[in-house]
């Protein structure tokens, strides 16, 4: 199988060392393409690199797979560039830095398959969420998740990172775009969407640092917090039903159920969910699995993180 990266961040070399542990030696070729003012690969992910390229007329055009890992306000112009490359696509949440564009006008090949990342439908305590809770008898949902930027990446300047700036795709509303999508993966799109997306802390950043929505579906109501600045990390889903009120840890890989006094801890590491996604991708590349993350829900995805879902209500505090 021959794969080409495009972009080598952090997310991109924990793809490539995962993919490396799923698929025999023998059948994997790891190429990367990149614009060379990256930093230097480390060495166990430059030992796993077959060859490197900064200039897309010396690429071939004969990939399985092509890996879009670079910054978010490069992706449509990646797809653009590299559609008659591969045959399948696996591009980095979020699938674009805006809406502006959709899928159909864009005008990509729709014979070929594309999957938007969206890993934490693949953790341990996201597949217990979905296995053994009725949704049908979810009254509300509550979610957060608070966690301080600058403690992203502890190596580099938060002030310099894509999240910093709203020009690279950055901001909380859709740099944490995974809650959106394991709502609706859970209960499908709202009817209604309130949305506070507005920068107020003193963060040096020029991107959105808060985005809150209220969102209404037939029988249910949805509540989400993402925000830049909390000190503390905070990742949970609050799920309120008829008989109890259930608390899931997305930190801790915890379940607990108030009511009744039970607690369940899911032990999991990072790159074992990673690894899930990346064997369901593959599944979906064989013709295994449907694509659940097509460039459509992707698509929709993004348009209620960023607040400009269809039926959408901004509230505006004068």
């Given at each position: 199988?021959?794969?080409?990266?495009?972009?080598?961040?952090?997310?991109?070399?924990?793809?490539?060392?995962?993919?490396?542990?799923?698929?025999?030696?023998?059948?994997?070729?790891?190429?990367?393409?990149?614009?060379?003012?990256?930093?230097?690969?480390?060495?166990e992910t430059q030992k796993l690199i077959h060859k490197t390229y900064t200039n897309i007329s010396q690429m071939n055009r004969d990939y399985d797979?092509?890996?879009?890992?670079?910054?978010?306000?490069?992706?449509?112009?990646?797809?653009?560039?590299?559609?008659?490359?591969?045959?399948?696509?696996?591009?980095?949440?979020?699938?674009?830095?805006?809406?502006?564009?959709?899928?159909?006008?864009?005008?990509?090949?729709?014979?070929?398959?594309?999957?938007?990342?969206?890993?934490?439908?693949?953790?341990?305590?996201?597949?217990?969420?979905?296995?053994?809770?009725?949704?049908?008898?979810?009254?509300?949902?509550?979610?957060?998740?608070?966690?301080?930027?600058?403690?992203?990446?502890p190596q580099t300047d938060y002030r310099q990172s894509y999240s910093a700036h709203k020009e690279l795709g950055g901001g909380v509303s859709i740099?944490?775009?995974?809650?959106?999508?394991?709502?609706?993966?859970?209960?499908?799109?709202?009817?209604?969407?309130?949305?506070?997306?507005?920068?107020?802390?003193?963060?040096?950043?020029?991107?959105?640092?808060?985005?809150?929505?209220?969102?209404?579906?037939?029988?249910?109501?949805?509540?989400?917090?993402?925000?830049?600045?909390?000190?503390?990390?905070?990742?949970?889903?609050?799920?309120?039903?008829?008989?109890?009120?259930?608390?899931?840890?997305?930190?801790?890989?915890?379940?607990?159920?108030?009511?009744?006094?039970?607690?369940?801890?899911?032990?999991?590491?990072?790159?074992?969910?990673?690894?899930?996604?990346?064997?369901?991708?593959?599944?979906?590349?064989?013709?295994?699995?449907?694509?659940?993350?097509?460039?459509?829900?992707?698509?929709?995805?993004?348009?209620?993180?960023?607040?400009?879902?269809?039926?959408?209500?901004?509230?505006?505090?004068?």
């Amino acid at each position: 199988m021959k794969i080409c990266f495009i972009g080598a961040g952090s997310i991109g070399r924990r793809h490539i060392r995962n993919l490396s542990k799923l698929i025999p030696k023998h059948d994997l070729t790891i190429d990367l393409f990149r614009s060379g003012f990256g930093t230097p690969l480390d060495p166990e992910t430059q030992k796993l690199i077959h060859k490197t390229y900064t200039n897309i007329s010396q690429m071939n055009r004969d990939y399985d797979i092509i890996f879009i890992t670079n910054p978010t306000s490069l992706h449509l112009n990646t797809l653009l560039q590299f559609q008659n490359h591969a045959n399948a696509f696996f591009i980095e949440k979020p699938l674009f830095s805006n809406t502006c564009l959709s899928p159909k006008e864009i005008g990509l090949n729709t014979d070929k398959i594309y999957y938007v990342a969206a890993p934490m439908r693949y953790t341990a305590l996201f597949q217990y969420i979905q296995t053994h809770i009725d949704f049908n008898q979810v009254y509300s949902i509550r979610c957060i998740c608070s966690s301080f930027l600058p403690d992203w990446r502890p190596q580099t300047d938060y002030r310099q990172s894509y999240s910093a700036h709203k020009e690279l795709g950055g901001g909380v509303s859709i740099d944490l775009i995974h809650e959106w999508d394991y709502i609706t993966y859970l209960i499908g799109m709202p009817q209604i969407v309130y949305s506070i997306i507005d920068k107020i802390s003193a963060l040096e950043i020029n991107s959105d640092d808060i985005a809150i929505y209220i969102a209404k579906y037939k029988n249910t109501t949805v509540e989400l917090h993402l925000d830049y600045f909390g000190r503390k990390n905070i990742r949970q889903m609050e799920i309120y039903t008829a008989n109890d009120t259930i608390i899931c840890d997305f930190l801790e890989n915890s379940i607990s159920y108030l009511s009744i006094g039970d607690k369940i801890i899911i032990p999991e590491e990072r790159d074992d969910y990673q690894s899930s996604e990346l064997e369901y991708f593959l599944d979906i590349y064989n013709g295994l699995k449907p694509n659940t993350n097509d460039l459509i829900n992707a698509y929709s995805v993004l348009k209620l993180a960023e607040g400009s879902y269809e039926n959408k209500k901004e509230i505006i505090v004068k």
